[in-house]
């Protein structure tokens, strides 16, 4: 791979064709982004295959080599979940020699959950008063929309022809599954194999056009644990002063994680340490249960790895051990345990969409968020990559999510002019 050196000042009427094409097509962009609400893809979705089929044709008009790249049957159905499960890779191909950027988010979203709390149908993608409503609108469907039409950009304009390196478009599936194995057969499968054995480039850079809000690259990633600790207890009738209680230990734990240290970073503030679940039945309300699980997220801030907060949880429990004679747990299940991620705010590619965002007139700067989602398998690999979208975070997973048609527009134009600056050729 070919380490991706911005090229210089993309030449002005390459990037004024950019802009304007993209502008012009404002309504059209829109209509799109509604369109894509409209194909229903909710997590666990079993057929991506309108969606896909839908991106694929749009990328293909324009021009690109495009495949539906799914994981393999066994591997996929070993997780729970039905094959095929397609990813869209799209590439737009340079004329060789220059660096690889990989441009992608997912296809899937989540339910809408209580629709009476919903303006509007969460999926007829409604469009007034200049935004597009729905499921999806910025988490991430905005970023497919953006993808194809930095493409067609690219083609229309000249800005194809002007790449030495390529640019690929990946639509994957299921990143809303919240455990890393529900995850894999989409951006991991083609982080670890899929790419490479069907013919594709593995990236030099990576965006990950998830809702950062135009004014923000994110760069800086807090690394996550998602873990359940089965508290043992034994069960006997309540109204005796047998057995033990496994609710009243696991509140024990509970009060005694709370307890543990958390660091601190510039961008990101505290780590965050929180009890997401707390399960526990007797058989019937006459008895004490047996078993409370207790399921924890913590988020971890860099330089800071995950083996020190791991350790303090295991040093948590072995204080409660060695003071309680009734306290114990079972085999401890770790769910997620994903390493904190820094990049180098002079990497070309933050320089490059610091640059290209300034040319549609929007001032963003280098930031955090809070994990690395859809790069975890790139940024493991050493490949640089940061989150970049439009949209805001506290829209996402929510009644009445929405997106402005116009930083739709913009950020079509900002990946396509991101593109250029770290793909094309410098100008004569």
């Known amino acids: 791979m070919s380490a991706p050196q911005a090229s210089g000042p993309i030449e002005p009427a390459l990037a004024e064709g950019v802009i304007s094409y993209i502008a012009d097509r404002r309504d059209e962009i829109a209509a799109f982004l509604s369109e894509l609400i409209r194909i229903r893809s909710v997590f666990p979705s079993d057929d991506y295959a309108p969606l896909a089929r839908r991106l694929s044709g749009a990328f293909a008009r324009a021009g690109l080599r495009v495949e539906l790249v799914s994981a393999p049957k066994e591997e996929i159905e070993a997780r729970g979940l039905r094959h095929p499960r397609p990813n869209v890779v799209a590439a737009l191909e340079g004329t060789g020699g220059g660096p690889v950027l990989l441009i992608g988010t997912h296809m899937d979203v989540v339910g809408a959950g209580d629709e009476a709390a919903w303006q509007d149908d969460p999926f007829a993608g409604t469009i007034a008063n200049g935004h597009v409503?729905?499921?999806?609108?910025?988490?991430?469907?905005?970023?497919?929309?953006?993808?194809?039409?930095?493409?067609?950009?690219?083609?229309?304009?000249?800005?194809?022809?002007?790449?030495?390196?390529?640019?690929?478009?990946?639509?994957?599936?299921?990143?809303?599954?919240?455990?890393?194995?529900?995850?894999?057969?989409?951006?991991?499968?083609?982080?670890?194999?899929?790419?490479?054995?069907?013919?594709?480039?593995m990236p030099d850079a990576v965006i990950n056009g998830e809702a950062s809000g135009l004014g923000s690259v994110c760069g800086s990633f807090k690394g996550r644990v998602i873990m359940e600790i089965p508290v043992v207890g034994e069960t006997a009738h309540a109204a005796t002063p047998y057995g033990v209680n496994a609710i009243d230990k696991a509140m024990l734990l509970v009060d005694a994680l709370k307890r543990i240290e958390l660091k601190s970073h510039p961008l990101h503030g505290d780590e965050t340490l929180n009890i997401c679940a707390m399960n526990a039945a007797a058989a019937s309300y006459g008895d004490i249960p047996p078993v409370c699980r207790v399921g924890v997220e913590i988020r971890v801030v860099p330089p800071y790895r995950t083996d020190r907060i791991l350790a303090e949880v295991s040093r948590t429990i072995g204080e409660l051990t060695a003071a309680d004679s009734a306290f114990r747990v079972g085999d401890v299940t770790v769910f997620s345990n994903r390493q904190p991620v820094e990049i180098d705010?002079?990497?070309?590619?933050?320089?490059?969409?610091?640059?290209?965002?300034?040319?549609?007139?929007?001032?963003?700067?280098?930031?955090?968020?809070?994990?690395?989602?859809?790069?975890?398998?790139?940024?493991?690999?050493?490949?640089?990559?940061?989150?970049?979208?439009?949209?805001?975070?506290?829209?996402?997973?929510?009644?009445?999510?929405?997106?402005?048609i116009d930083d739709l527009v913009r950020q079509a134009q900002i990946y396509a002019l991101t593109a250029l600056a770290l793909c094309a050729a410098p100008p004569v």
């Open 133 to 201: 409503r729905g499921r999806g609108a910025c988490d991430a469907k905005n970023t497919l929309a953006a993808q194809v039409f930095a493409a067609r950009a690219l083609a229309a304009t000249g800005g194809a022809a002007a790449l030495r390196g390529t640019v690929l478009f990946v639509g994957s599936v299921d990143d809303e599954g919240r455990f890393d194995r529900l995850k894999w057969p989409g951006m991991t499968y083609l982080a670890e194999r899929g790419l490479t054995e069907h013919g594709f480039p």
């Open 345 to 404: 705010p002079s990497n070309p590619l933050i320089v490059a969409l610091l640059e290209s965002a300034a040319l549609v007139g929007v001032e963003a700067r280098y930031t955090g968020i809070l994990g690395t989602g859809e790069l975890q398998a790139f940024v493991e690999r050493g490949i640089p990559g940061v989150t970049y979208g439009a949209g805001s975070i506290d829209r996402v997973h929510r009644p009445n999510e929405y997106l402005e």
